[in-house]
């Protein structure tokens, strides 16, 4: 079964840089799979923050992310990267990444129900944006 693990989160100050990695274990390919970042802050719905399909060079991106996060894969290393800029504490949740077969869109981002078709889902990395 394909597995995700998620790496890279920490405590930053707001205005910091953090990377985010998502690594697939037990031999599988990424290829033909639509990858996405989801965030869940207490308290709160977990959102969508960016996603790609493996097959195709467009990404896309939650309003809260567009023009300071970067989504990007590294298909040699079977690995899928979320280049997060100029952190603000409302960036503060735990980031997940998704593998399914979905065909990402900016609609795949921006609307909630998508994420029941990402059937494998990281263990979380918790990001905190601090003073």
């Known amino acids: 079964q394909l597995q995700l693990v998620e790496s890279g989160g920490g405590v930053v100050q707001p205005g910091g840089s953090l990377r985010l990695s998502c690594a697939v274990t037990?031999?599988?390919?990424?290829?033909?799979?639509?990858i996405a970042w989801f965030r869940q802050a207490p308290g709160k719905e977990r959102e969508a923050v960016s996603c790609l399909t493996t097959s195709s060079p467009d990404t896309y991106y939650a309003a809260s992310a567009k023009g300071r996060f970067t989504i990007s894969r590294d298909k040699a290393n079977n690995t899928v990267y979320l280049q997060m800029d100029n952190l603000k504490p409302e960036d503060t949740a735990t980031y997940y990444c998704?593998?399914?077969?979905?065909?990402?869109?900016?609609?795949?981002?921006?609307?909630?129900?998508?994420?029941?078709?990402?059937?494998?889902w990281g263990q979380g990395t918790q990001v905190t944006v601090s003073s």
């Open positions: 037990s031999g599988f390919s990424l290829d033909h799979y639509g």
């Open positions: 998704a593998a399914g077969a979905v065909q990402c869109s900016q609609t795949v981002v921006d609307t909630p129900g998508w994420q029941a078709w990402y059937t494998y």
